[in-house]
């Protein structure tokens, strides 16, 4: 029972860093505006957390060291603290976006001002955090995010065409012309972006040391990164092809998470709507509490100082000072008017450009035997390891003047 509650750290993460908001606005969107061409993202994206997600978790079990550990000793001091600011200020600016999205569902479901919601909603998150230990925490938000399974319920019973699904595993080059060409790329680097979100990293290796796994847990370390992201992936997929039947025929380019909500519904009517929009609430509600803490997280592991969800707040003052700060300056952001979706924008193109500094350092220790020991990398390891870093330092480069050429994905 144990181990199989342990495999809510998985899910939590998959499900609040894989379809977090932006994950599930803009995998829609790729939809409505490529068909099932981008289906190939999915399984790219998927394969390169999982290798990472599991090498984090075994340097946090082998070597002691969580994420931002790793970073300060690899990239040295200086670099290291342009990746802290630049990891928390995603972070921050992902926790705004997610309380903000939060807000449009309880009031689409209550009707209450969205303003009212989102201060209440971040009073009870940070209750929440403050009062539950990390095992509650984690399950209790990933148990919760399993009703997002009625979005993949839709999409298969609204009967897609699954040879046309399986011809979008494989890229293709497209000969709509430049301004589509762009637009294809933006939303590529994109998917592929939001699959691979820092912060999950950050929150997974974190947690290993929180459960006090050892190397007794290196199977289940393997199991919980695979499955979690495996459950993500194929959530990600559905959304693709909700996208692709539900708004790509009517020639609808869905810029509300309103919208979006109601195509994981459309096929079985109001109460499906409601366990939709649940789902998207947990998944949501699991992205801003795991962006909060990786950014406590990140500081005190950067500066070496206490930290730990399940220590007493008083004997890790600077980790729940941070916290505190992240979901504080996440509501202030969120509170000026500006768009979640407009956060988000900004939140997958950024996270993109900072990506090549997490994952490098986390390669480079997990290949080292000197101190992985037995548990280093295999040279297939380290090679695919290399062939995705390789990728993403591409995507990097890509992503920004992306995001200019193309208006952030405008159509």
Not at 37 to 42: E, I, K
Not at 231 to 257: C, D, N, Y
Not at 361 to 384: C, E, F, Y
């Amino acid at each position: 029972m144990n181990k199989l509650l342990g495999i809510t750290l998985g899910i939590m993460t998959a499900l609040g860093g894989f379809v977090d908001l932006g994950q599930i606005v803009f995998t829609m969107q790729a939809g409505a505006l490529f068909g099932y061409q981008l289906m190939w993202t999915v399984v790219l994206g998927t394969a390169a957390i999982i290798v990472y997600m599991e090498m984090c978790g075994r340097i946090a079990v082998v070597a002691k060291e969580p994420v931002f550990a790793v970073v300060r000793n690899r990239l040295g001091f200086r670099l290291g603290v342009v990746t802290l600011i630049a990891s928390n200020l995603l972070n921050v600016i992902t926790c705004a976006a997610e309380l903000g999205g939060i807000a449009i569902v309880l009031h689409l479901l209550t009707g209450w001002p969205e303003k009212i919601l989102l201060i209440v909603t971040t009073v009870v998150f940070a209750a929440i955090v403050f009062l539950f230990r990390f095992q509650w925490i984690e399950r209790t938000f990933g148990l919760w995010g399993l009703v997002m399974i009625v979005f993949a319920v839709s999409a298969v019973a609204l009967h897609p065409d699954w040879s046309q699904v399986a011809r979008g595993l494989v890229p293709a080059i497209s000969h709509a012309g430049t301004k589509q060409n762009l637009l294809y790329a933006y939303f590529a680097v994109g998917m592929f972006s939001a699959l691979l979100m820092e912060y999950e990293v950050h929150f997974y290796s974190s947690g290993a040391m929180e459960e006090d796994w050892t190397v007794k847990d290196l199977g289940e370390n393997f199991m919980v990164a695979s499955l979690g992201s495996i459950l993500g992936a194929v959530l990600t997929a559905a959304l693709l092809v909700l996208g692709v039947l539900v708004f790509l025929p009517r020639g609808i380019f869905p810029e509300m998470l309103s919208t979006t909500a109601m195509a994981g519904a459309l096929s079985f009517g109001r109460k499906a709507l409601v366990l939709a929009l649940l789902g998207t609430m947990a998944c949501l509600a699991g992205a801003a509490i795991e962006t909060a803490l990786s950014g406590a997280y990140n500081l005190c592991q950067f500066f070496n100082l206490a930290w730990g969800k399940n220590r007493p707040p008083k004997s890790v003052p600077v980790y729940t000072a941070m916290w505190l700060g992240m979901f504080t300056v996440a509501l202030l952001i969120a509170s000026t008017g500006l768009r979640p979706l407009q956060l988000v924008d900004i939140s997958i193109i950024f996270g993109m450009a900072i990506m090549p500094l997490t994952y490098y350092p986390i390669l480079r220790v997990a290949a080292d035997k000197n101190v992985m020991g037995k548990h280093v990398n295999s040279r297939a390891d380290t090679i695919v390891g290399m062939l995705f870093l390789a990728i993403i330092a591409v995507a990097a480069v890509a992503a920004i003047p992306l995001m200019i050429v193309t208006h952030s994905g405008r159509p």
